[in-house]
């Protein structure tokens, strides 16, 4: 039991200080009366004291019932976790041993555990027969979930085309590529805007390979600027405009925020945000949430050649559905970069699966 004194000048104050402080529950143990105060022996006051004391049961009984529901929750998710797992054993012997690989297979590649079994029912019911149409029936129903790539396609149309993304997940080398391929291969006008203008290298980064590939780059400041120069200045004159961000963590409300306001006058034809596939899956998933806010077109996966996993060429499928544009697998402007071919990408997640 807690216990505690209280002083007074009236039982109904002292009694009001005992509610007040250990609740209603409290109960008086002892009271008294004495005096204070005065001189010799006048003006003294009668004060009144209170000795009261609750039990300390609740927050015990509290502590108790914290600890069994926590129990049980533990519980709750052991029972879980054994019904998954005589699911998955279920599953498993209810399937043909080259199914059973492949099932493992995507597991080890990183697809989610749902995701895998919803492949091998959809491969299940298809019933091949051989081996050689085993594999082709994966990589169909592999191809339905990737979707085909959707690379900055101009068919005679001019394009303002701006990257977002996490920080260091290549954007500015990979507007590199992009701007040497139009360039070179396809022989268009291209510019170059960046409004990553928070360190004074990665204008400079972005400046040297406009000065290698020899076309023009912008460096803008603000939103005011940005309109300016794609509604005034470069207006008609480009068949492309690709446009560099500064990255910004996905936590970063205030970059965030700036981004939105850069592209909210509708100037911009194509938003690509890049993932960089060295990414875990979950962290991938929030990026995606984050940069929502921007309403990216497309996305555009890098660093394919940093994965040893390519399971989240699926799972990313399963939160968002925007095609992939571009896949990047190297640090060389201007090779290592392709557009997102779906027969690629299936490539890339089961190029050694052997059943
Ligand atoms: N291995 C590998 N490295 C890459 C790839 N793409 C870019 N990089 C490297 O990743 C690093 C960061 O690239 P940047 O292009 O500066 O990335 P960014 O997103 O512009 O970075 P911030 O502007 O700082 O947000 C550089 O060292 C690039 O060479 C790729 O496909 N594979
Ligand atoms: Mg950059």
Known sequence: MKVKKYVAETMQDAIFKVK????PDAIILNTSKFKTGGFLGLFTRTMVEVVAGVEEKNTENEQQNNLALQEIVELKNMVYEMHKSWENDRFLQELPEEMIEIYKYLNEQGVYNTLSKEIIKLLDKRNPETRDELLSCLKLILREYIGEGQ?????????????????GVGKTTTIAKLAAHFVLDEGRKVCLITTDTYRIAAVQQLQTYSDIINIPIHVVYNEKELEKLLNFDLKGKYDLILIDTAGSSWNDRFQLGRLKRLFKDNLIDEVHLILSLNTKSHIQKEIIEKFSIVKPDKLLLTKLDEANKFGDLLNIRNFCKLPYSYITMGQNVPDDIKTADVDILVDYLIGDLDV
Not at 20 to 23: F, I, K, P, S, T
């Open 20 to 23: 007040a402080d250990l609740g």
């Open 151 to 167: 690379g900055i396609v101009l068919n005679g149309q001019k394009k303002v085309v701006a990257f977002v993304g996490a920080t």
